[in-house]
């Protein structure tokens, strides 16, 4: 296993955060290339990664919500100017909210589930990674669809 870290700065190679019930750590950090193992939750991480990018992550949301009328499972723009931005799976109150970063997915497919407690869709990262999820393939989908409203609402070019 790679080693455990304390604290986990999101940049340009964050793909995605998934939450883990572990001893040792709370987030499974998906980079380009890498796999990091996290004493933060998900949602710490992009707490933090908000004020790194000057707002409040409680700042962005309501900004997306403003100008976009999304309510729920809002996408932040984690950083404007590196053109950053997630979005989440669930709510992320919830403990099993991953946080998918836009700017790396090539395409997302469905997967056909033979149980209940198989995975739904299955997202192709650029770098041609895959990574099962248990949200639908028409969930993810609309989620990258909230993400592109805001990022036109917020695109600096």
Known sequence: ????????????????????????????VIEVGCKKFVKQTALQIIKQAC?????????????????TGIKRKVPIPINLVKNIYAFPTQSPSQYDCSWIFY????????????????YKSIITFKN??????????????????RTVMAMLCFSTN
């Open 51 to 67: 004020l790194d990018g000057a707002s409040s992550y409680e700042g962005r949301r309501s900004a997306v919500s403003y100008q």
């Open 103 to 118: 700017n790396h997915i090539l395409f997302v497919t469905p997967n056909v589930p033979t149980t209940e407690t198989d």
């Open 1 to 28: 296993m790679s080693e455990v870290v304390t604290d986990y700065y999101v940049t340009n190679r964050t793909m995605a955060l998934l939450p883990v019930k572990h001893f040792d750590y709370d987030t499974v």
């Open 128 to 145: 041609n990674q895959k990574l099962l999820m248990k949200e639908s393939h028409y969930l993810i989908q609309k989620q990258m669809q």
